[in-house]
């Protein structure tokens, strides 16, 4: 899904829905944006810089597969200090698992296409529920159900 807003959004509702998990603690819940962003970061970072006449443009969406995003995931784990590396990992899978979910819900956008199964499979997946165009109503709605699902938001409205 192209919008960012959605996917933060759905972090966000993740964190309410098991808010005492560890990884949606207040220091490792950033990891779990981060790896809501991370497969748009790598894909879209290596599509800007190569060129749209390159061959290698369009492979470019490999590095969005959860193939990918598991090898970029563990490599990004080892930078942490040996005792927090589950956590961080688990952190940041969850995070990019929730990205995928919510592209593969959605019909292919632009010159993207969703190789889920990739090594495995060359073929490209997706449950079109709902149109790339409609990704503004998802945005709407995964921010509203985030944001009713806040205890802290109800229990501020409740007092008032």
């Given amino acids: 899904m192209p919008d960012l807003i959605s996917h933060a959004a759905s972090a966000y509702l993740f964190r309410n829905l098991i808010p005492k998990l560890r990884i949606c603690q207040k220091q490792f819940f950033i990891l779990v944006l981060l790896g809501v962003f991370l497969p748009d970061i790598i894909s879209r970072?290596?599509?800007?810089?190569?060129s749209e006449e390159s061959d290698f443009f369009?492979?470019?969406?490999?590095?969005?597969?959860?193939?990918?995003c598991f090898f970029q995931t563990l490599i990004i784990s080892c930078f942490f200090i040996r005792s927090q590396r589950v956590t961080v990992f688990l952190a940041l899978t969850t995070g990019w698992l929730l990205h995928e979910a919510f592209d593969v819900m959605q019909g292919v956008l632009g010159?993207?296409?969703?190789f889920i199964l990739w090594p495995l499979s060359s073929q490209t997946f997706t449950l079109n529920i709902f149109p790339?165009?409609?990704w503004y109503y998802v945005a709407f709605l995964t921010t509203l159900t985030a944001l009713l699902t806040n205890k802290t938001l109800i229990k501020k409205l409740k007092t008032k």
């Fill in 111 to 114: 010159p993207g296409y969703y």
């Fill in 45 to 50: 970072g290596a599509m800007i810089l190569l």
């Fill in 58 to 68: 369009l492979t470019s969406q490999y590095f969005h597969t959860p193939f990918a």
């Fill in 132 to 134: 790339d165009s409609a």
